[in-house]
Protein backbone atom coordinates (compact mmCIF):
# COMPACT_ATOMS: atom_id res chain seq x y z
CA UNK A 1 0.00 0.00 0.00
CA UNK A 2 1.40 3.48 -1.06
CA UNK A 3 1.81 5.88 1.67
CA UNK A 4 0.07 8.53 0.43
CA UNK A 5 -2.68 7.87 -2.33
CA UNK A 6 -4.84 9.75 -4.42
CA UNK A 7 -7.48 9.02 -7.26
CA UNK A 8 -5.53 9.95 -10.09
CA UNK A 9 -8.86 10.89 -12.24
CA UNK A 10 -9.01 13.06 -14.31
CA UNK A 11 -12.16 15.32 -13.20
CA UNK A 12 -13.46 16.73 -16.06
CA UNK A 13 -15.90 19.38 -14.49
CA UNK A 14 -17.52 22.16 -16.51
CA UNK A 15 -16.52 26.04 -15.24
CA UNK A 16 -18.63 26.81 -12.26
CA UNK A 17 -18.70 23.57 -10.95
CA UNK A 18 -17.34 22.35 -7.45
CA UNK A 19 -14.83 19.54 -7.10
CA UNK A 20 -13.64 17.89 -3.87
CA UNK A 21 -10.50 15.52 -4.23
CA UNK A 22 -9.77 13.36 -1.11
CA UNK A 23 -6.29 12.58 -0.06
CA UNK A 24 -5.50 8.75 2.48
CA UNK A 25 -2.22 8.09 4.28
CA UNK A 26 -1.00 5.25 6.11
CA UNK A 27 1.23 6.15 8.42
CA UNK A 28 0.12 7.48 11.69
CA UNK A 29 2.56 9.44 12.36
CA UNK A 30 2.15 11.90 10.19
CA UNK A 31 2.15 15.47 11.35
CA UNK A 32 1.91 18.36 8.40
CA UNK A 33 -0.10 18.08 4.96
CA UNK A 34 -0.21 20.06 2.50
CA UNK A 35 -2.16 20.60 -1.25
CA UNK A 36 0.37 21.53 -3.96
CA UNK A 37 -0.48 22.71 -7.29
CA UNK A 38 1.46 21.47 -10.84
CA UNK A 39 0.64 22.86 -13.72
CA UNK A 40 1.51 20.57 -17.13
CA UNK A 41 5.27 20.38 -17.09
CA UNK A 42 5.70 22.98 -14.77
CA UNK A 43 6.97 22.38 -10.70
CA UNK A 44 4.88 22.01 -8.16
CA UNK A 45 3.48 24.98 -5.93
CA UNK A 46 2.60 25.35 -2.45
CA UNK A 47 -1.53 25.86 -2.50
CA UNK A 48 -1.91 25.60 0.98
CA UNK A 49 -1.37 24.04 3.85
CA UNK A 50 -3.83 21.56 5.84
CA UNK A 51 -5.03 22.76 9.70
CA UNK A 52 -6.06 20.10 12.08
CA UNK A 53 -9.40 22.85 12.32
CA UNK A 54 -9.23 22.89 8.55
CA UNK A 55 -8.87 26.09 6.39
CA UNK A 56 -10.14 28.15 3.91
CA UNK A 57 -8.30 30.28 0.87
CA UNK A 58 -10.89 32.20 -1.59
CA UNK A 59 -12.41 29.15 -3.59
CA UNK A 60 -10.29 26.43 -1.75
CA UNK A 61 -10.94 24.85 1.08
CA UNK A 62 -8.78 22.14 2.35
CA UNK A 63 -9.44 19.59 5.62
CA UNK A 64 -8.16 16.96 7.59
CA UNK A 65 -9.57 14.03 9.19
CA UNK A 66 -6.99 12.34 11.77
CA UNK A 67 -9.26 9.19 12.72
CA UNK A 68 -9.76 8.43 9.16
CA UNK A 69 -6.67 9.38 7.84
CA UNK A 70 -7.41 11.52 5.25
CA UNK A 71 -7.10 14.93 3.68
CA UNK A 72 -9.41 16.76 0.94
CA UNK A 73 -9.36 19.52 -1.10
CA UNK A 74 -13.00 21.35 -2.23
CA UNK A 75 -12.85 23.67 -4.85
CA UNK A 76 -15.74 26.05 -5.10
CA UNK A 77 -16.65 27.85 -8.89
CA UNK A 78 -13.82 26.35 -10.85
CA UNK A 79 -12.07 28.43 -13.14
CA UNK A 80 -10.33 27.39 -16.80
CA UNK A 81 -7.26 28.51 -14.86
CA UNK A 82 -7.71 25.54 -11.89
CA UNK A 83 -6.83 22.72 -14.56
CA UNK A 84 -3.85 21.37 -12.95
CA UNK A 85 -2.87 18.09 -10.76
CA UNK A 86 -3.54 18.52 -7.27
CA UNK A 87 -0.55 16.85 -5.15
CA UNK A 88 -1.32 15.70 -1.56
CA UNK A 89 1.98 15.94 0.63
CA UNK A 90 2.28 14.51 4.15
CA UNK A 91 4.94 14.97 6.25
CA UNK A 92 6.04 12.11 8.43
CA UNK A 93 8.08 12.31 11.63
CA UNK A 94 10.34 9.65 11.89
CA UNK A 95 13.11 10.92 14.10
CA UNK A 96 13.54 13.48 11.43
CA UNK A 97 11.30 14.73 8.87
CA UNK A 98 10.16 12.84 5.41
CA UNK A 99 7.66 14.14 3.13
CA UNK A 100 5.58 11.92 0.88
CA UNK A 101 4.04 13.19 -2.10
CA UNK A 102 0.97 11.42 -3.44
CA UNK A 103 0.47 11.11 -7.47
CA UNK A 104 -1.53 13.62 -8.02
CA UNK A 105 -5.11 14.43 -9.20
CA UNK A 106 -5.57 15.87 -12.62
CA UNK A 107 -8.37 18.40 -13.11
CA UNK A 108 -9.55 19.66 -16.39
CA UNK A 109 -11.86 22.35 -15.94
CA UNK A 110 -14.23 23.01 -19.06
CA UNK A 111 -15.68 26.03 -20.61
CA UNK B 1 14.65 37.13 -6.71
CA UNK B 2 15.35 33.83 -8.83
CA UNK B 3 14.70 31.29 -6.34
CA UNK B 4 15.77 27.92 -7.46
CA UNK B 5 17.68 27.60 -10.79
CA UNK B 6 18.19 24.51 -12.47
CA UNK B 7 20.73 23.19 -15.24
CA UNK B 8 19.99 21.80 -17.88
CA UNK B 9 16.53 22.35 -18.48
CA UNK B 10 16.26 19.53 -20.76
CA UNK B 11 19.15 16.94 -22.04
CA UNK B 12 19.69 13.60 -24.00
CA UNK B 13 22.28 11.59 -22.51
CA UNK B 14 23.60 8.19 -24.11
CA UNK B 15 23.59 5.40 -21.44
CA UNK B 16 26.90 4.81 -19.65
CA UNK B 17 27.79 8.80 -19.71
CA UNK B 18 28.52 10.52 -16.68
CA UNK B 19 25.78 13.58 -15.78
CA UNK B 20 25.80 16.86 -13.89
CA UNK B 21 22.23 18.65 -12.87
CA UNK B 22 23.19 21.85 -11.30
CA UNK B 23 20.97 23.08 -9.07
CA UNK B 24 21.58 26.74 -7.31
CA UNK B 25 18.98 29.08 -4.82
CA UNK B 26 19.41 32.20 -3.97
CA UNK B 27 17.09 32.11 -0.70
CA UNK B 28 19.79 31.20 2.03
CA UNK B 29 17.74 28.13 2.43
CA UNK B 30 19.30 25.32 4.77
CA UNK B 31 17.45 22.60 3.24
CA UNK B 32 18.24 21.25 -0.33
CA UNK B 33 16.44 17.98 -2.26
CA UNK B 34 16.49 16.13 -5.24
CA UNK B 35 13.42 14.58 -6.73
CA UNK B 36 12.56 12.79 -9.56
CA UNK B 37 8.99 12.32 -11.08
CA UNK B 38 7.54 9.70 -13.41
CA UNK B 39 4.42 9.23 -14.51
CA UNK B 40 1.96 7.37 -12.10
CA UNK B 41 4.20 7.93 -9.29
CA UNK B 42 4.94 11.00 -6.74
CA UNK B 43 7.91 12.56 -6.85
CA UNK B 44 10.12 10.37 -5.26
CA UNK B 45 13.27 11.66 -2.94
CA UNK B 46 16.58 10.89 -4.47
CA UNK B 47 18.94 12.48 -2.16
CA UNK B 48 18.72 15.32 0.27
CA UNK B 49 20.82 17.92 2.18
CA UNK B 50 20.01 19.28 6.06
CA UNK B 51 22.68 22.17 5.65
CA UNK B 52 25.70 22.68 4.05
CA UNK B 53 28.45 19.76 4.47
CA UNK B 54 25.62 17.32 4.78
CA UNK B 55 24.04 15.06 2.90
CA UNK B 56 21.77 11.65 3.16
CA UNK B 57 20.00 9.22 1.03
CA UNK B 58 16.74 9.65 0.20
CA UNK B 59 14.07 6.77 -1.10
CA UNK B 60 15.84 6.31 -5.03
CA UNK B 61 19.12 6.83 -3.92
CA UNK B 62 21.25 4.07 -6.27
CA UNK B 63 23.15 5.05 -8.90
CA UNK B 64 23.04 8.96 -8.00
CA UNK B 65 25.33 11.12 -5.52
CA UNK B 66 25.68 14.80 -4.53
CA UNK B 67 27.73 16.84 -2.63
CA UNK B 68 27.06 19.97 -0.64
CA UNK B 69 29.99 22.50 -0.53
CA UNK B 70 28.18 25.39 -0.04
CA UNK B 71 24.46 26.70 1.34
CA UNK B 72 23.50 27.72 -2.41
CA UNK B 73 25.03 24.41 -4.82
CA UNK B 74 23.36 21.47 -4.43
CA UNK B 75 24.64 19.23 -7.80
CA UNK B 76 23.04 15.98 -8.33
CA UNK B 77 25.65 13.27 -10.34
CA UNK B 78 24.99 10.18 -12.03
CA UNK B 79 28.34 8.41 -12.89
CA UNK B 80 26.72 6.47 -15.25
CA UNK B 81 23.54 7.26 -16.94
CA UNK B 82 21.01 3.75 -17.59
CA UNK B 83 18.07 4.26 -19.24
CA UNK B 84 15.72 4.07 -15.84
CA UNK B 85 17.44 7.22 -14.82
CA UNK B 86 14.83 8.83 -17.80
CA UNK B 87 12.79 11.27 -15.90
CA UNK B 88 11.96 14.88 -14.56
CA UNK B 89 14.65 15.90 -11.87
CA UNK B 90 12.98 18.57 -9.60
CA UNK B 91 15.51 20.02 -6.92
CA UNK B 92 13.60 22.07 -4.10
CA UNK B 93 14.91 24.04 -0.85
CA UNK B 94 13.06 24.44 2.37
CA UNK B 95 14.17 26.84 5.07
CA UNK B 96 12.49 24.89 7.89
CA UNK B 97 14.10 21.74 7.64
CA UNK B 98 10.87 18.76 6.42
CA UNK B 99 8.12 20.69 8.02
CA UNK B 100 7.73 23.56 6.09
CA UNK B 101 6.92 24.78 2.39
CA UNK B 102 9.28 22.99 -0.49
CA UNK B 103 10.47 25.40 -3.25
CA UNK B 104 11.13 23.69 -6.55
CA UNK B 105 13.51 24.38 -9.39
CA UNK B 106 11.43 24.44 -12.91
CA UNK B 107 12.97 21.22 -13.77
CA UNK B 108 15.37 19.14 -15.45
CA UNK B 109 13.80 16.41 -18.35
CA UNK B 110 16.76 14.02 -18.71
CA UNK B 111 16.25 11.16 -21.39
CA UNK B 112 18.64 8.51 -21.41
CA UNK B 113 18.93 6.60 -24.33
Same mark, same amino acid.
Given at each position: ?14 ? $? ?9 ? @?? %? #? *? ?6 ? &? ?13 ? $? ?9 ? @?? %? #? *? ?6 ? &? ?34 | ?113
Amino acid at each position: RKEVEQDPGPFNVPE $GATVAFNCTYS @NS %A #S *QSFFWYRQ &DCRKEPKLLMSVYSS $GNEDGRFTAQL @NR %A #S *QYISLLIR &DSKLSDSATYLCVVNINTGGFKTIFGAGTRLFVKA | IAGITQAPTSQILAAGRRMTLRCTQDMRHNAMYWYRQDLGLGLRLIHYSNTAGTTGKGEVPDGYSVSRANTDDFPLTLASAVPSQTSVYFCASSDKGGTGELFFGEGSRLTVL
